[in-house]
């Protein structure tokens, strides 16, 4: 582990667990911390330098466990608190950190507040803790406002009082088991600081802090007519009444003041879907969070100049408030990168049998593979989704019957929602569940084509994913690529991205010609070179020795001078 004050998180890897599809001990076919256990040795010959796992606290699962019903202890569908920290523990002795996942826009229904509210008459300080209104129209039977559902429909929920009648009504952004909180009540707050002290106290090294962008809603809660292409989770709309308030800030300000009188370096990582990297670098404020994930890079589409754009906006906006730059593909929300980038750019609503265009299998994993490749030679920090490592592309034909995200049933099926990126990960390939289970349950269902991706497959294959992801990862580290920065390297066409970054310099041909490399030692390579050419849809690592790569390759000179410039401007954690 990176020793303490060094900031750790500036530079890091973190590997995400979902943890009901990463490994399951107890064979009940949902993965739990015991099989997360088992498997860490696996995570350390990755190369990663943290995990990040989704929620596993208490929780009746509408949402995956993103409805929590007790903040303190973990659902004994993952295991025990003495199972985390047997995790923990064995995480720490390996070097690697353990983040963990807090809720604090909702609750669950079944948390002992929201009972208490619904028991206790309106205007009370127990319905004060979550967003309760009467309704519009003679009878109060109109809800509140017009907002809508992140999940489809409308966002509010009647309830029945406890004499019977028909009531108020509750905000809840996602599904209708999600109550919103109240963050404008302090008890709400002193009750998230307590919750903050008690994993920290477990020894947790941070929180990616669910929903970060939307706990304060606008006063006065008016209608809101959401524009017409809002993207992801409304994350183009700038007038949104409960994205970005000011007044949220307050609150990760006290966060990050919390977290600072603990030792370590912890860390808080915002979800933040918001317009753009200069509203999203507002998170990350000195004094605020330390790291908010990039959406606007995971949006992108598979396309040199975009890509260009939003990776050179990101490393402006972020060091600009003194944050580090980061870096995502994929993750629990969206369609796995395998199979995304081979499509248009938005697909908000998941991809399913009915889906208009679906590539076919296996056809976006070069894309996949040189994107990674690009990605983990970016300065900053970060972030991988389990299974990506093995190359996964999305699932497809999960049956209707078999689908578990809310969006799916909220939409009528409109939406399919993001069960196709939710599929429990393959370990062994003559195993059960693929070794996911070894009772061979899985909640939801395996695809035939699992096996191939099997990680004890892909480790005995030299050039399979795993393996690429092992290399990069241990050559990041080498070259120490996350603390540094990044130098674009001009002319060598419009279907070519390429960067220096320390001695090492990325290229990436998006053209349909072979791309001659420049010389150099090649590092690592996203797919099969042909006479020291790279294909469609390949990058490479060139280790260029700190040489300036010279005009006949296209390149722009760089001389070791400037980059040492550039490197004390900016910082460096070596020295
Ligand atoms: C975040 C989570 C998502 C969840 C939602 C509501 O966006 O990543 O999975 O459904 O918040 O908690």
């Known amino acids: 582990m990176s020793a303490a004050g060094s900031e750790w998180w500036r530079e890091a890897v973190i590997y995400q667990i979902y943890p009901r599809s990463f490994a399951d001990a107890s064979g009940d076919g949902v993965g739990d911390l015991a099989g997360a256990l088992r498997r860490i040795d696996d995570l350390a010959d990755l190369g990663i330098d943290a995990v990040w796992f989704s929620p596993f606290m208490r929780s009746p699962q509408h949402d995956a466990g993103y409805d929590v019903a007790d903040y303190r202890d973990i659902d004994p569908l993952f295991g025990t608190l003495a199972d985390f920290d047997a995790f923990l523990a064995a995480a720490h002795a390996r070097g690697i950190r353990v983040i963990v996942d807090l809720v604090p826009n909702h609750s669950s229904v079944e948390h002992a507040w929201f009972r208490e509210a619904l028991a206790a008459a309106p205007g009370s300080p127990e319905r004060d803790r979550y967003l309760f209104q009467d309704g519009r129209g003679a009878h109060g039977e109109l809800p509140p406002n017009n907002w809508e559902s992140e999940f489809g429909g409308s966002a509010w929920e009647r309830i029945e009082e406890p004499d019977g009648t028909p009531g108020q009504w509750y905000l809840h952004l996602f599904d209708s088991s999600q109550p919103d909180f109240n963050w404008r009540n302090p008890v709400v707050r002193e009750e998230f600081l307590s919750i ?232 062994e390939a003559d195993a059960p569940a693929c070794g996911f289970s070894a009772s061979g349950e899985s909640w939801l269902p395996q695809p035939a084509s699992w096996a191939a991706h099997a990680r004890d497959a892909e480790r005995a294959d030299p050039r399979s994913t795993l393996n690429l992801y092992r290399r990069l990862l241990a050559e990041r580290r080498e070259h120490r690529l996350g603390r540094s920065v990044l130098v674009w390297v001009d002319d060598m066409g419009d279907d070519v991205l390429a960067f220096h970054n320390r001695d090492v310099t990325v290229v990436a041909n998006f053209g349909a010609e072979p791309l001659p490399l420049p010389s150099g030692t090649v590092i690592a390579a996203s797919g099969p070179l042909v006479d020291h050419h790279l294909p469609t849809d390949t990058a490479a690592w060139i280790d260029t020795g700190g040489v300036p790569i010279g005009p006949e390759t296209g390149g722009v000179p760089i001389v070791r001078a400037d980059l040492e410039d550039l490197l004390e401007h900016y910082g460096d954690g070596a020295a």
């Open 196 to 427: 903050l002290r008690f994993w920290l106290d477990r020894g947790v090294d941070g929180f990616r802090v669910d929903v970060a962008h939307g706990l304060i809603k606008k006063e006065g809660m008016a209608d809101h007519q959401k524009p017409e292409n809002a993207g992801p989770m409304g994350s183009r709309d700038d007038l949104s009444p409960y994205r970005g308030q000011p007044e949220v800030h307050e609150i990760y300000r006290e966060w990050h003041d919390l977290l600072a009188t603990y030792d370590g370096d912890r860390v808080l990582c915002a979800e933040a879907w918001l317009p753009t990297s200069d509203k999203t670098a507002l998170w990350v404020r000195s004094g605020e969070m330390h790291q908010a994930f990039n959406f606007a890079y995971l949006m992108t589409a598979w396309d040199p100049a975009a890509l260009r754009e939003v990776i050179t906006d990101s490393l402006r906006a972020y060091p600009a408030v003194g944050a580090p730059a980061t870096w995502v593909l994929s993750n629990h929300d969206v369609i796995r990168h395998a199979t995304r980038l081979m499509m248009p750019p938005d697909q908000d609503d998941g991809i399913g049998p009915r889906s208009p265009f679906i590539p076919a299998e296996g056809s976006g994993l070069a894309r996949a593979r040189a994107a990674t490749t690009i990605m983990l030679a970016l300065p900053g920090s970060a972030y991988l989704y389990q299974g990506e490592e093995l190359g996964l592309p999305e699932v497809v034909d999960i049956p209707d019957a078999d689908r578990q995200d809310p969006t799916f049933a909220r939409t009528a099926g409109r939406r399919y929602g993001r069960d196709g990126c939710r599929v429990p990960i393959p370990w």
